[in-house]
C-alpha cells in the first residue's frame, strides 16, 4: 500500500499497470481495481482476482472528455452535453464502442460504459500511462464496495499488486450510470448524480431501464455483506423487525439524517454489520428522491437474495 501523496505514487502505479498488473485506485465513489485497456492480462487479472463473470462490463475512466473518441464511436449529442455538464465527476455514459477496444472490456457487447472521475490522482495515472483504465470496484464480484484502502486490503490482500490509499470515498455510492445509445436515454443505475440533477441540467426526462443486464450494478443481487439484509420504510417499521431477532444477532445500520452523509458511510455501514458478527442487519430506506434514489438501490440489491 502506498499514499496517493508519495512522491512515488504516480511512477509505482503507471509501472504496474504499463506491465499487466492490477492496482486498487481511489475515485470520489469508491475505490476501482484497474488495469490497463491496451493489456489482455491486465483485464483479465481484474476479473480473476474479482472472481467476476467474463460477461461482465467494466467502466472504463479517462482525464478528459477525449475518452468518448478514445474508446467509443458515434457518440451521441446528449453524451456530449451530458459530459461537457458533469466529468470530471459520478456520471457513467452507455457510449457504442469503438472496434479497437479489447471485448474483454465490454462483456463482449458493441457498447462501452466510460467515465471521467473527479479524483485527481486517478486521473494524473491516467495522463502517465497514455491509455484508459478499465476499473470495476476493489472487491470481491457481488460483495460491498469500498471507500476506503483498508477495506481493498481485506477484501483482496495480496491479489492485488498495489493499493493507493486516497483516503475515504467522499460520495460513497458508485457513479450514476446512463445509457445514451437510446432515445430517450435509460438510467441503467442510479448513483453519485441524482437524475433530477441532470434532468435540470440538460432539459431532458430519462427514463428508467427496460431491458437485459448491460452496465455494472444491474444483476439483482449485488453489495451484500455475509449477514441478511432487512428493509424498512420507517423507524417503527425497523423496530418491530428488530425484536423479531434474538438478542445481540442483529442491529440497525446508521442512517444519517443527511443523504450525502448516508451515502458517504453506507457501505461502511453494511461492512461493520460483518465486523459485528450479526446476522440480521436491518436498514430503514430513505425517501425515494435525489441521493435517496441511490441508496435505496445499494440496499435493495444488498437485501435480494444471492
Given at each position: 500500500m502506498i499514499s496517493h501523496l508519495d512522491d512515488d505514487a504516480i511512477r509505482a502505479s503507471t509501472e504496474i499497470l504499463g506491465n499487466g498488473g492490477v492496482v486498487a485506485l481511489p475515485t470520489e465513489t469508491v475505490y476501482g481495481l484497474g488495469a490497463s485497456v491496451t493489456s489482455p492480462t491486465g483485464l483479465r487479472r481484474v476479473f480473476e482476482v474479482k472472481g467476476r463473470p467474463f460477461d461482465h462490463p467494466l467502466i472504463t475512466h479517462g482525464a478528459s472528455l477525449a475518452i468518448l473518441d478514445n474508446v467509443g464511436e458515434n457518440v451521441s449529442p446528449i453524451a456530449r452535453k451530458l459530459a461537457e455538464l458533469v466529468w470530471p465527476g459520478p456520471l457513467s455514459l452507455l457510449v457504442p464502442r469503438s472496434d479497437s477496444l479489447d471485448p474483454l472490456v465490454t462483456g463482449g457487447r458493441s457498447s462501452v460504459v466510460v467515465r471521467v472521475p473527479a479524483h485527481d490522482f486517478f486521473r494524473r495515472v491516467v495522463e502517465a500511462l497514455g491509455s484508459p483504465i478499465a476499473a470495476p470496484s476493489a472487491n470481491r464480484f457481488g460483495r460491498v464496495s469500498p471507500t476506503n484502502a483498508e477495506h481493498v486490503r481485506s477484501d483482496l490482500g495480496l491479489d492485488v499488486d498495489l493499493i493507493v490509499d486516497g483516503g475515504p470515498s467522499v460520495i460513497g455510492v458508485e457513479s450514476t450510470i446512463i445509457d445514451t445509445t437510446l432515445e430517450p436515454p435509460q438510467i441503467l443505475r442510479h448513483g453519485g448524480i441524482p437524475i433530477e440533477d441532470l434532468e435540470l441540467l440538460t432539459g431532458v426526462a430519462f427514463a428508467e431501464a427496460s431491458g437485459g443486464s448491460r452496465a455494472p450494478g444491474m444483476l439483482a443481487s449485488h453489495y451484500s455483506p455475509r449477514c441478511a439484509v432487512h428493509l424498512a420504510e420507517s423507524q417503527a417499521q425497523a423496530d418491530e423487525m428488530l425484536a423479531q431477532f434474538p438478542t445481540g444477532s442483529s442491529g440497525l445500520i446508521d442512517a444519517p439524517?443527511?443523504?450525502?452523509?448516508?451515502?458517504?458511510?453506507?457501505?461502511?455501514?453494511?461492512?461493520?454489520?460483518?465486523?459485528?458478527?450479526?446476522?440480521?442487519?436491518?436498514?430503514?430506506?430513505?425517501?425515494?428522491?435525489?441521493?435517496?434514489?441511490?441508496?435505496?438501490d445499494r440496499l435493495q440489491r444488498a437485501a435480494s437474495p444471492t
Amino acid at each position: 500500500m502506498i499514499s496517493h501523496l508519495d512522491d512515488d505514487a504516480i511512477r509505482a502505479s503507471t509501472e504496474i499497470l504499463g506491465n499487466g498488473g492490477v492496482v486498487a485506485l481511489p475515485t470520489e465513489t469508491v475505490y476501482g481495481l484497474g488495469a490497463s485497456v491496451t493489456s489482455p492480462t491486465g483485464l483479465r487479472r481484474v476479473f480473476e482476482v474479482k472472481g467476476r463473470p467474463f460477461d461482465h462490463p467494466l467502466i472504463t475512466h479517462g482525464a478528459s472528455l477525449a475518452i468518448l473518441d478514445n474508446v467509443g464511436e458515434n457518440v451521441s449529442p446528449i453524451a456530449r452535453k451530458l459530459a461537457e455538464l458533469v466529468w470530471p465527476g459520478p456520471l457513467s455514459l452507455l457510449v457504442p464502442r469503438s472496434d479497437s477496444l479489447d471485448p474483454l472490456v465490454t462483456g463482449g457487447r458493441s457498447s462501452v460504459v466510460v467515465r471521467v472521475p473527479a479524483h485527481d490522482f486517478f486521473r494524473r495515472v491516467v495522463e502517465a500511462l497514455g491509455s484508459p483504465i478499465a476499473a470495476p470496484s476493489a472487491n470481491r464480484f457481488g460483495r460491498v464496495s469500498p471507500t476506503n484502502a483498508e477495506h481493498v486490503r481485506s477484501d483482496l490482500g495480496l491479489d492485488v499488486d498495489l493499493i493507493v490509499d486516497g483516503g475515504p470515498s467522499v460520495i460513497g455510492v458508485e457513479s450514476t450510470i446512463i445509457d445514451t445509445t437510446l432515445e430517450p436515454p435509460q438510467i441503467l443505475r442510479h448513483g453519485g448524480i441524482p437524475i433530477e440533477d441532470l434532468e435540470l441540467l440538460t432539459g431532458v426526462a430519462f427514463a428508467e431501464a427496460s431491458g437485459g443486464s448491460r452496465a455494472p450494478g444491474m444483476l439483482a443481487s449485488h453489495y451484500s455483506p455475509r449477514c441478511a439484509v432487512h428493509l424498512a420504510e420507517s423507524q417503527a417499521q425497523a423496530d418491530e423487525m428488530l425484536a423479531q431477532f434474538p438478542t445481540g444477532s442483529s442491529g440497525l445500520i446508521d442512517a444519517p439524517s443527511s443523504l450525502a452523509m448516508y451515502a458517504a458511510t453506507l457501505f461502511s455501514s453494511l461492512r461493520a454489520c460483518d465486523d459485528k458478527g450479526w446476522l440480521h442487519a436491518v436498514a430503514v430506506l430513505p425517501a425515494d428522491v435525489g441521493l435517496g434514489r441511490a441508496i435505496r438501490d445499494r440496499l435493495q440489491r444488498a437485501a435480494s437474495p444471492t
